[in-house]
């Protein structure tokens, strides 16, 4: 207030006439600022922690509306338009795409199932199902054995899970190309022992083994935080009632960690089944994965239509594939409060 | 020979030592409790009885058998963890079926066990519930059946009362107690709680940094304390020190302030450093002096009116602060900060203990 009265005499004495229009205009300014319909809004804006919550949720919902849910909007409707001369999108209703990747040489009545695109998702299942499987059992040990060791070097150990996330991923696969390839560190070491072997790139091993290092911390950590909340106690007071080890391992252990278990391994199903990279790189056309399809589809091809509709085929089979899983484990436990 | 002995234990983590050549035993059926403040050592100790910690030294015998050595899952003992330590995810019939299962006991002899035990802890029909579900005094009991319920030789218990309020911790305390009594079974307590202990125990064990302070009977350690520690730790007293002066008329105390308090029968020789420790509910207080042998002149500095009982925080004309507790009193308002007031120690009731930090015995 004392700024907007010194500038205002200011003016006064280089115009007394601009100073008074100024002090009027001011005089309107201060009226407007000060009536009960502005200052209320500025009330409920400030005031009231329910409309900061609200603009704070609002702004992470509108960003996901934009970014994600309108692009995903776009897909289904490009899925249902059909495909010009040249690539051009033709706006008019079919149901031709879906026809072509769901139905085309699949007979039911001879069991013959030559359809590209059902093909190669199951194979895409099938690798997230054995990367899945693969990060679970590489995962769990360490997992443990980190929630359940008193070391000061816990946040180091843990640096390790994380550090080839400072990596970027295409030079992963590149580094694992170097361990898999034909002179590659895999064919010495196996040399060493008097083993002959030439290579295991461009392998199914090659992509399933790639994914699995690539996506293993995603399984570390989920499944070290479930060990790491149990409480010791649990399992000491296990032991004293007669559990050996093992038996307490299976009674106590095991179940209390099934949440970091299912949070692990819908991460990694999730990210292996939608992988794009490893198949390129590490597997050879057999290899493909359903990611490398539909970009061959919306890229090389440039049919956008049947690329989206078999995006949206992906989509619906994957939050399928979930919903089994979570009548099963039941998702809330893993990614809700937790255990209590 | 005992029915658990604890022989020259010594447990070090690292460099530090947390029990320091502890021995005791504790005969069949006998309630002993490890009483002591947080860090003296006495769940470490009970943590070696359960087969939890294994001594670095020293020899564990339960019925006459080694079990140093042996983990905990061979030994035979029920253990309460001072937050119960349910299984979350089992319900209360799997939590106190437990150790059953684990001891391959066929399922329909287990329920029955298991809703035995459940009776004995007053939790009837709770069987199918989840643990989480209870309130705290409810997990302890069921705490207490799943470590009762497969009838082992020794109960452990680990401050298990600490958690809940102290309504509640007196009934759970009165229902240890009748359990206990009932089934028989010899059970090492651990507690910093002097109440706890000194109402459930037969026999109780006050430990000091790891070390043996004294033994015996709550009567025991409570009205001989043979040690500066106990004396301070148990009860609520005065502490003085001084030098002993034995001869014909009787054991005097002479404080280091020049007080002279005439003590009843003691053990201690003449000139020997020594500890007074004035208990606050064995000194009254009166406005006007009694005549009494030791009567003390002091200023109130503080009345603190409990109901039950009234503490006076009061200042000696020697300097030192002492603190009287009267029970029922009802003359409080008489009292007030800065009044002139008489405290008297009966000459039997003058606890002396031995000044181990002031010289060499003589």
Request: aromatic share 10%; charged share 20%; net charge negative.
């Amino acid at each position: 207030m004392s700024n907007e009265q010194e500038s205002t005499g200011g003016v006064r004495t280089s115009s007394a006439e601009g100073g008074e229009l100024r002090e009027r205009v001011f005089g309107l300014r201060t009226a407007v600022l000060r009536s009960d319909a502005v200052t209320g809004v500025f009330d409920r804006i400030t005031g009231r922690e329910r409309v900061f919550a609200s603009v704070q949720a609002g702004f992470g919902l509108g960003w996901m509306l934009v970014f994600l849910f309108a692009p995903l909007l776009y897909i289904v409707s490009l899925s249902f338009w059909q495909r010009g001369a040249g690539g051009v999108v033709v706006q008019e209703f079919t149901l031709a795409n879906y026809e072509y990747i769901l139905t085309e040489s699949v007979d039911l009545a001879s069991l013959t199932f030559k359809n590209l695109y059902l093909t190669i998702l199951f194979q895409s299942l099938k690798y997230g199902v054995f990367v899945t499987v693969g990060a679970l059992l590489l995962g769990y040990v360490p997992a443990y054995f980190l929630g359940r060791t008193v070391t000061k070097w816990k946040a180091a150990l843990l640096l390790l899970v994380v550090l080839p996330f400072w990596v970027p991923l295409i030079i992963r696969y590149y580094a694992w190309i170097l361990v898999l390839g034909n002179q590659g560190l895999l064919v010495s070491m196996l040399g060493w022992v008097g083993i002959e072997a030439s290579g295991f790139l461009y392998t199914e091993l090659a992509v399933v083994s790639g994914l699995t290092q690539a996506l293993l911390p995603f399984m570390i950590l989920p499944i070290y935080n479930s060990v790491n909340e149990i409480d010791s106690s649990l399992i000491e007071s296990a032991k004293t009632m007669g559990a050996t080890p093992l038996r307490s391992f299976y009674e106590v252990t095991l179940p209390l960690t099934l949440p970091g278990v299912s949070a692990g391994v819908i991460l990694v199903f999730i990210l292996s089944v939608g992988s794009y990279m490893a198949p390129a790189l590490l597997g050879a056309p057999s290899n493909t994965m359903v990611a490398n399809l539909i970009e061959s589809t919306f890229g090389q091809n440039l049919d956008w239509p049947l690329a989206s509709a078999m995006g949206v085929v992906y989509l619906f089979v994957l939050f399928g594939l979930i919903s089994v899983f979570n009548r099963f484990v039941g998702l809330d436990d893993v990614f809700g409060g937790g255990a209590e | 020979m005992s029915y658990v002995q604890i022989s020259g234990v010594t447990k070090t983590f690292g460099d530090v030592r947390a029990v320091k050549d502890v021995s005791f035993e504790a005969e069949r059926g006998e309630f002993v409790s490890l009483l002591g403040p947080s860090g003296c050592g006495k769940t470490t100790t009970l943590r070696m009885i359960a087969g939890l910690e294994t001594p670095t030294e020293g020899t564990i015998e339960i019925g006459g058998e080694d079990v140093t050595k042996q983990p905990a899952y061979e030994r035979d003992i029920g253990m309460v963890f001072q937050h119960y330590a349910l299984f979350p995810h089992k319900t209360v019939g799997e939590n106190v079926g437990f150790p059953l299962k684990m001891r391959g006991v066929d399922k329909a002899e287990r329920r029955e066990r298991v809703a035995d035990a459940l009776e004995m802890v007053r939790l009837p029909g709770t069987m199918d519930r989840s643990p989480t579900e209870l309130s705290g005094g409810q997990q302890q009991r069921v705490a207490l059946a799943r470590a009762l319920v497969f009838e082992p030789n020794v109960l452990l218990m680990d401050e298990p009362l600490s958690a809940l309020d102290r309504v509640l911790r007196q009934q759970m305390r009165i229902e240890l107690e009748r359990i206990q009594e009932e089934i028989g079974i010899t059970t090492i307590y651990v507690t910093h709680d002097q109440t706890e202990a000194f109402s459930l125990s037969d026999r109780v064990i006050v430990l000091d940094q790891g070390e043996l302070s004294q033994q015996g009977s709550p009567l025991e350690i409570y009205e001989n304390p043979q040690s500066e520690f106990v004396g301070e730790f148990i009860g609520q007293s005065t502490k003085l020190s001084g030098t002993v002066t034995a001869d014909d008329d009787g054991v005097t105390l002479r404080t280091d302030s020049g007080l002279s308090l005439e003590s009843g029968e003691s053990n201690l020789t003449h000139d020997t450093p020594a500890l007074a420790f004035l208990r606050a509910e064995k000194l009254s207080i009166s406005k006007t002096p009694t005549g009494a042998a030791n009567e003390l002149s002091a200023t109130v500095t503080t009345v603190s009116y409990l109901g039950e009982k009234t503490l006076f925080f009061c200042t000696l004309a020697t300097g030192e602060e002492i603190t009287v507790a009267e029970h029922g009193f009802t003359n409080v308002g008489e009292y007030g900060s800065g009044d002139e007031v008489f405290i008297t120690i009966p000459e039997e009731k003058l606890l002396l203990v031995e000044d181990a930090s002031n010289g060499e015995p003589a």
